[in-house]
């Protein structure tokens, strides 16, 4: 039976406060030279999903979620890597601590209007809205490369 690729869950976490978003700029490794929010992978020490997103924000900004909810959830596919990633996303209004740049990342806030999409992962224009307006959301994404977005299918999630 075809089982597919094996995957890897990854997490994503961003600040929004007022009309301001923390983003951070990669200084190495996977997506160096863009900006994103804080996060990585999953350790596999029994932690959760939810663990690893505020564990990586204090790791790669140095400060603590205190409100951090789940708010979309994206499957990505690339036909060069060997895994699928599962990138579990997390939204926070306020945090602990102070804001700083560590060896993997720059932190920046940046005006909700001015957002650098044109220096961030393609897709991200397509969901960022609407973590924005605090809508869930849940997708697939399909990449030719890192870089050429070939099929992206992104919607909000209700309850209804
Ligand atoms: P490490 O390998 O550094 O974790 N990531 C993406 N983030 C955005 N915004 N868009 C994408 O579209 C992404 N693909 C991966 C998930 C990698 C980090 O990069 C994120 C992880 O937080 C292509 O541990």
Redesign the pocket.
């Known amino acids: 039976m075809f089982q597919g690729k094996p995957s890897k869950i990854?997490?994503?976490l961003f600040i929004h406060q007022n009309n301001q978003i923390l983003l951070a700029m990669?200084k190495r490794?996977?997506?160096m030279g863009k900006y994103?929010?804080?996060?990585?992978?999953v350790e596999k020490n029994g932690e959760s999903i939810y663990q690893a997103a505020i564990r990586?924000t204090q790791e790669e900004g140095c400060i603590t979620p205190t409100d951090a909810q789940f708010i979309g959830y994206i499957k990505?596919d690339y036909d060069c890597e060997k895994e699928t990633?599962k990138?579990h996303i997390f939204k926070a209004t306020q945090f602990d601590g102070e804001v700083k740049e560590t060896e993997?990342m720059k932190p920046q806030w940046f005006d909700v209007a001015k957002i650098p999409y044109n220096q961030?992962?393609?897709?991200?224009q397509y969901w960022i809205p609407y973590l924005l307006e605090n809508k869930c959301f849940s997708g697939y994404?399909q990449?030719e490369g890192?870089e050429k977005l070939i099929l992206a299918d992104l919607k909000e999630v209700t309850n209804q």
């Open positions: 990854l997490t994503l990669k490794g996977f997506g994103n929010g804080f996060g990585g992978k990586e990505m990633l990138v993997e961030m992962w393609i897709d991200d994404l990449f890192h």
